[in-house]
């Protein structure tokens, strides 16, 4: 979820990479509010509207899986050496082709789209349906599968340079090729307050579009920050990096929306409360198209060979490579670092050890940034006054910075996210990100982490990582939400004074399926 232009292989943030059908850009999951005829689950995938929002590419193949199973209990130890368990009980969980149902999407040429059902409980099936008119698909045992295939407006609503001007990535402000990666995220220190002397990243009024519709010419390196301190206005007020715009305003998407009953997903839905779920895009090989991802298992990295290899039996998958997967919001954007070689989706527990070196990487330059705000940061940065530029090698190292991180529980505001108020846990950041699967949580609203609803501000949630969740603002616990709190930003020394992001998507969502709204106009 939450990855545009993400892998690099099609990420057009890049001077030379063009745009692409196969860049996944979000999932959504979530119990469905109509419980006439029984429980349903909602799972929409959305992707870059190429070539236009309504018209889907008939080179590419999308697969969302799903794996309905009990509520699982977070293991009690909470160290390096339980979390190393953790990975382990995932794999154990997850390596298996066969652990999960799937259904398959392509588009010919005629733009009629085939959806196919594959191995559910009550069998397989498949039919053909028209493309951008929502659609009720009857199983064979007649359970009503409601579909949607084709353009709407982009749900995701965020301020996309305020994320890159917080860690220092300059192809989204300059004129960057995918082959320069030393230009990527250049070395000067993440953060959340602009740095003083930074002048490649901060906020240039006489220049207001760089980053979001200016980009300029890569100056010579070497591209590095010389300065101590945290840049202040006149007043003594901090330069927030984020403006709170929303970067995907009047812009498009096509998207795969389906809402499922329980009773066709699982025989036990009274046992099953978790439906786990995540999506996969696809490119036929014989297009030629994103080429920066090998055409055979043989020329890719491990393990994503062995996970290739699992498919070997699957005579259509053979006519195609995989290219982006999409679960859990910036488990790929923000901690894989977009590689190509890492989309794993449910399968990313071989990336446990490298999120918790990526964590302590980010934690370096936010968890500073939180400090100088007056708030409390579950990193521990040694109460350092400035963000700091630190990687690891060793994640005995740097595990004991990011333990409170990895294992505080993600607390939610008020009740309304536990509507049956029943005995459920909050989830941790890395049971969140590990396996990387958009879980479901049939007995919640389905609000982030719990799943993902449309409506969630799921970018400033990202954030509240790095809040310790044990700490107090006027009085109120530390939440997820609390960095979506007008109220902490009218306090704070900083401007401008907004939340990170917006706080609500550009085109108000529907009551009604598909519940995304309609695409806006080509010339918009």
């Not at 590990?434 to 501000?457: K, L, S």
């Amino acid at each position: 979820m939450a990855d545009h232009n993400d892998p690099n292989a099609v990420n057009t943030i890049f001077s030379d990479v063009d745009v692409s059908a196969a860049d996944l850009y979000d999932l959504f999951g979530f119990p469905s509010d109509d419980k006439s005829g029984g429980e349903k689950v909602v799972i929409a995938l959305t992707f870059a509207s190429v070539p236009k929002a309504g018209v889907l590419d008939a080179d590419l193949l999308y697969r969302i899986r799903i794996n309905p199973h009990p509520r699982v209990t977070f293991p009690a130890q909470l160290s390096l050496e339980g979390l190393l368990t953790y990975f382990d009980e995932a794999k154990d969980r997850y390596l298996s082709e066969s652990k999960a149902y799937e259904v398959r999407v392509t588009v010919d040429e005629s733009q009629k789209a085939t959806v196919k059902f594959i191995d559910f409980p009550t069998g397989s099936f498949t039919q053909v349906i028209d493309l951008n008119q929502p659609t009720v698909i009857q199983s064979p045992h007649g359970h009503a599968i409601q579909a949607f295939i084709g353009g709407r407006e982009d749900a995701f609503f965020n301020d996309l340079p305020g994320f890159f001007r917080s860690i220092n990535y300059a192809p989204q402000f300059y004129h960057v090729p995918h082959t320069m990666t030393e230009a990527r995220e250049v070395p000067i220190p993440k953060t959340l307050l602009e740095l003083e002397g930074n002048d490649l990243f901060n906020f240039n009024p006489a220049d207001p579009e760089h980053g979001a519709t200016v980009k300029h010419d890569l100056p010579p390196g070497p591209w590095e920050w010389k300065g101590n301190q945290y840049k202040k206005d006149a007043n003594g007020n901090f330069r927030f990096v984020y403006s709170g715009k929303d970067a995907r305003a009047g812009k498009n998407m096509n998207c795969i929306v389906l809402e499922i009953p329980m009773a066709f997903l699982t025989a036990t839905p009274e046992k099953d409360r978790v439906v786990d779920c995540w999506g996969e895009s696809w490119v036929r090989k014989a297009s030629a198209k994103v080429p920066q991802i090998a055409n055979t298992p043989s020329a890719l990295h491990e393990p994503l060979k062995l996970l290739h290899a699992l498919l070997e039996k699957d005579d259509e998958l053979k006519q195609y490579k995989l290219v982006d997967t999409d679960g859990q919001p910036f488990a790929d954007a923000a901690l894989s670092e977009r590689e190509n070689d890492r989309q794993m989706g449910a399968n990313n527990f071989w990336l446990g050890p490298h999120f918790v070196l990526r964590l302590a990487h980010l934690g370096w330059g936010f968890g500073p940034s939180i400090s100088a705000l007056g708030l409390k940061t579950s990193f521990n940065h040694d109460n350092s006054p400035i963000s700091v530029h630190k990687t690891y090698k060793l994640i005995t190292e740097a595990f004991p910075r990011v333990q409170k991180t990895l294992f505080q529980p993600l607390v939610l505001p008020g009740n309304a996210w536990n509507p049956k108020g029943l005995d459920i846990p909050f989830r941790r950041p890395i049971e969140v990100f590990v396996p990387n699967v958009c879980a479901i949580d049939m007995d919640t609203n389905g609000t982030w982490p719990f799943g993902r609803r449309f409506e969630d501000q799921v970018a400033t949630r990202f954030l509240s990582l790095f809040l310790d969740m044990e700490a107090n603002f006027n009085g109120t616990p530390y939440s997820i939400e609390l960095l979506n709190d007008q109220a902490l930003w009218d306090a704070a020394p900083i401007e401008p004074k907004t939340p990170p992001n917006p706080l609500k998507n550009d085109k108000e969502f529907s009551t009604k399926f598909p519940y995304v709204a309609e695409a806006w106009p080509e010339n918009y």
